[in-house]
């Protein structure tokens, strides 16, 4: 298992990622004042996001079904808990969009080749007890 996103398993029987992009913001308001630079001051975290790239060859590793079951869980609109194959806890997230590319493909028009890219943002504010709030993960706040 390289990543889990709720119930979905990110591994290579299902839908492989290429490279991990995370890209979080801190926020910093700015007021002019007069004869000298703008004063900045630190108001919080801002957005956080997750890129996962990645390809599916069918006929080795992959399933032309899991963009589908991530299409499903996105069309929830809820969040879905993140942890990583080695234990490390990312908090909740939703699937903000999935792309993919299909190419090389067979005569009935199946592919051999699908990338794909899941841009996911996160929403708890680090509250890790929410995890357990409902989503029946309640051996995740004993790990911490």
Not at 66 to 79: E, H, I, V
């Amino acid at each position: 298992m390289m990543l889990a996103l709720g119930m979905f398993v990110f591994s290579l029987h299902t839908a492989a990622y290429q490279e991990l992009q995370r890209q979080t913001d801190w926020r910093h308001a700015s007021n002019s004042r007069i004869g000298v630079g703008p004063a900045r001051q630190f108001v919080g975290r801002g957005e956080d996001t997750i890129t996962l790239p990645g390809v599916i060859l069918p006929e080795l590793a992959g399933s032309l079904l899991s963009l589908d079951a991530l299409r499903l869980m996105a069309n929830t609109g809820k969040a879905w808990p993140m942890v990583e194959g080695s234990g490390h806890i990312y908090g909740l997230w939703v699937i903000e969009s999935l792309s993919e590319t299909k190419t090389l493909f067979f005569r009935d028009g199946t592919p051999r080749r699908i990338e794909f890219t899941v841009n996911l943002k996160r929403i708890d504010d680090d509250r890790i007890d929410l995890l357990g709030a409902g989503l029946g993960l309640d051996l995740l706040r004993g790990l911490l």
